[in-house]
């Protein structure tokens, strides 16, 4: 009997949620952390396992459902481990950033600890069970390839995640938030939904139902039928990603949410949207995706743009990560739908680094926070004078954010203008604009909360971080810098399934345009 590798690592998290119900709030924050450290340690022989250019590996397949055709059916390719990987590594690094932010007394060497202006709901354990919940949660829809199953933990992650914003949120409005993003989430799930049956439907027309996505992407589905069912699996996608229109949930959720749980929300699960385009969108519907480019790319276009914008407008810090955010998800859709196989493999490793990229900034800020107790960048000045390393890590994450070469945040947006720009310059050329806002956003939040004249009432509150929260900043430091100096490792995991997405959409890498001179 084989190990079920995959059930394994998707149910740790959860088993962990489940025990720490039962664990005194004392001990809460070091079983979470054990949890999420064996989870890791599980992930990294499951990797180990991972044989590139395979195909899908590792796969379980159960009848679940039969009347319906779902399977309980997992599966690791390239796409699904780059972000298993974003997942475990995230994890781990909220719980250690999170170690002190409930705690009743203060950190000697800190200052006050936890500036919420407003008491949590709940005990410091049901957070970081929350925390392993949504890790599970998030493993599940990177590992499903059946559609059924997908949906359901697609709908389920909003349970914990909605609790982490509405039970931990520091700001007075953080019910408002946690409201919003239900009916956002609620919403997109509806819709998808509707698609879901739509696919029950065009399977059983096709002799048997089934949610697999190996039986639903052989499947023949009619020219409009397809487009009206891409419709709503890319609603529901662009709700989670966020794209604009659809994005405004993020920027409220952000900024009523604790440092860890925005983090867990932006980091880990709204890759859960762009993972899904590819994923779905084109993997099922490969003419509809096309059908759907010129508008798609509108928006990405938009997205980058509008979100940079808003971010250099940001007062509150963590309204403008948010607003980051939104602008580099843009440069992620924008790669998907470009279809050439540098954009889109350039796409994939954007989601891990973003990852990335985007725990570090809310790290950042949240011991920003926990020092002075406000998230108004204005409320701050000459920081660097008495938090020198406070202020290093803080541009360190600024300086990726912005994708300065060197760090790992640079490769996978170059890749996704260099390969957007073989098939739509125009798009290409629009987008480079947002390097420019994006250097200034973050050199703008660096000046405010970092340089300046020093406010003496600030000095006297904020210290510089201690040991365990450097401990929490390492990991990512470390993957930054090696990434961006090597990325090839990720690159030859993803490349394999970029190739056989493109030629299942069946589309081609456009021709490099070459100026014929001197008769050559």
């Not at 590819?278 to 276009?301: D, H, K, M, N």
């Not at 030859?492 to 070459?514: F, K, L, N, W, Y």
Request: hydrophobic share 55%; glycine share 10%.
């Amino acid at each position: 009997m084989t190990i079920p590798w995959l059930t394994v690592l998707a149910l740790l998290p959860a088993v962990g949620a489940v025990v720490l119900i039962f664990t005194g709030v004392k001990a809460a924050k070091q079983v979470a952390l054990v949890i999420s450290l064996i989870t890791f340690a599980f992930a990294l022989i499951v990797a180990a396992q991972f044989k590139i250019g395979s195909g899908m590996q590792l796969v379980e397949q159960v009848p679940w459902i039969k009347p319906l055709g779902a399977y309980y059916a997992l599966g690791l390719d390239g796409l699904g481990l780059t972000l298993v990987l974003l997942v475990v590594i995230i994890t781990p690094v909220v719980i250690i950033a999170s170690w002190r932010d409930f705690d009743p007394t203060a950190d000697a060497d800190t200052g006050p600890a936890g500036a919420a202006t407003i008491a949590p709901k709940y005990d410091a354990r049901v957070f970081f069970a929350l925390v392993l919940a949504v890790q599970s949660c998030a493993l599940y829809l990177f590992l499903a390839t059946d559609v059924f199953l997908f949906y359901v933990f697609f709908e389920v992650i909003l349970v914990p995640m909605y609790f982490l914003i509405g039970g931990f949120g520091p700001g007075p409005r953080r019910t408002y938030a946690a409201a919003k993003f239900l009916i956002f989430g609620l919403l997109g799930g509806f819709v998808m939904l509707a698609s879901v049956i739509g696919l029950y439907v065009q399977s059983s027309k096709a002799g048997q139902p089934s949610y697999l996505l190996g039986t639903l992407s052989q499947l023949d589905i009619a020219t409009a039928t397809g487009r009206w069912l891409f419709v709503g699996f890319m609603f529901a996608f662009a709700i989670k990603a966020p794209l604009v229109p659809l994005h405004t949930w993020l920027p409220d959720a952000a900024e009523e949410s604790t440092a860890g749980g925005a983090t867990m929300m932006v980091g880990v699960m709204d890759k859960i949207g762009t993972f899904g385009m590819i994923r779905f969108c084109l993997g099922l519907f490969p003419e509809a995706s096309q059908w759907a480019t010129p508008v798609v790319l509108v928006l990405a276009t938009i997205s980058i743009l509008y979100g940079a914008i808003l971010a250099i407008g940001s007062r509150d810090i963590m309204r403008f990560i948010a607003y980051t955010s939104i602008s580099h998800f843009g440069f992620i859709v924008l790669g998907i739908f470009a279809f050439t196989s540098q954009s889109l493999t350039g796409s994939t490793l954007y989601m891990l680094n973003h990852g990335m990229a985007t725990a570090a900034l809310f790290v950042m800020a949240g011991y920003l926070i926990k020092r002075r107790g406000s998230r108004d960048m204005n409320a701050y000045g000459g920081v660097d004078r008495v938090a020198p390393v406070l202020a290093g890590l803080l541009l360190f994450a600024g300086l990726n954010t912005l994708s300065l070469p060197g760090l790992a945040s640079f490769v996978s947006e170059f890749m996704v203008l260099a390969g957007t720009f073989g098939r739509h310059p125009t798009y290409a050329v629009i987008s480079t604009l947002a390097i420019v806002l994006a250097a200034l956003y973050i050199l703008i939040m660096y000046q405010r909360t970092m340089t300046g004249p020093a406010d003496p009432q600030v000095l006297e509150k904020v210290t510089d971080i201690n040991g365990r929260e450097r401990l929490a900043m390492a990991p990512l430091v470390l993957l930054i810098v090696a990434l961006g100096v090597f990325p090839k490792p990720l690159l030859s995991i993803i490349e394999p399934t970029t190739q056989a997405t493109m030629q299942h959409v069946g589309v081609t890498d456009p021709q490099p345009r070459v100026t014929a001179e001197g008769g050559r």
